[in-house]
């Protein structure tokens, strides 16, 4: 059973840096396109981060240059560097993976991990 395993969240200061990571079992990420998803209470879901299997990034707006995506694929794990982090970025993070196109596609979730920004 393919799984996707986050840590890293915590308890920061304003201004302070984390990085979390995401751990896949049973399935490769090198071939896969790996996302930061974050969620707040009440708020909508939304794509923090994206790499592509080729490298290829993307971030939301609010976090360029102060967020960071990256992969090892030997340790078949995905990171989400975090600097500066500011009150706003308080959200539960979720790691996504989406593998294959079309009818082969296949998506799978992390449980989440609480990142909570607070003085």
């Known amino acids: 059973q393919v799984q996707l395993v986050e840590s890293g969240g915590e308890l920061v200061q304003p201004g302070g840096s984390l990085r979390l990571s995401c751990t896949a079992s049973?399935?490769?990420?090198?071939?896969?396109?790996m996302d930061w998803y974050r969620q707040a209470p009440g708020k909508q879901r939304d794509l923090v981060a994206r790499?592509?299997?080729?490298?290829?990034?993307n971030y939301l707006d609010s976090v360029k240059g102060r967020f960071t995506i990256s992969r090892d694929n030997a340790k078949n794990t995905v990171y989400l560097q975090m600097i500066d982090l500011k009150p706003e970025d308080t959200a539960v993070y979720l790691c996504?993976?989406?593998w294959g196109v079309g009818a082969y596609r296949r998506d799978y979730w992390g449980q989440g991990t609480q990142v909570t920004v607070s003085s």
């Open positions: 790499m592509f299997s080729d490298g290829t990034t």
């Open positions: 996504h993976g989406a």
């Open positions: 049973v399935i490769s990420i090198s071939t896969a396109t």
